[in-house]
């Protein structure tokens, strides 16, 4: 079994508050969550507005297959239109 974790972190120029900031990473961990079957949750950063960190995990038989579904995660993380992709880091277990 192999799990792999990527974390990704954000810049959310336009939330000027914490309610905004919740409005735009629950969209974004809907949608990850949703398209990929994944898990997706707030790690870090939780009290800031425009800064937001999410750990993306999913389980696999194959390492090479956990690895394709977390890239394909970075990919259209890094095309959201309302958080700019600052910082990724992927691993196995």
């Known amino acids: 079994m192999i799990i792999g974790v990527v974390t990704l972190e954000f810049h ?3 939330c000027h508050s914490l309610k905004s900031k919740r409005f735009v990473t ?5 949608r990850l969550s949703n398209k990929f079957n994944v898990s997706v949750a707030e790690v870090d950063y939780t009290d800031m507005w425009q800064r937001t960190q999410l750990a993306v995990v999913t389980v696999s038989n194959q390492k090479r297959h956990a690895n394709e579904i977390l890239t394909r995660v970075i ?3 890094g095309r959201e239109s309302e958080a700019v992709l600052i ?3 992927m691993e196995f277990l």
């Open 12 to 14: 959310l120029p336009m």
């Open 26 to 30: 629950k969209s974004l961990k809907e």
């Open 75 to 77: 990919n259209l993380a």
């Open 87 to 89: 910082r990724t880091d």
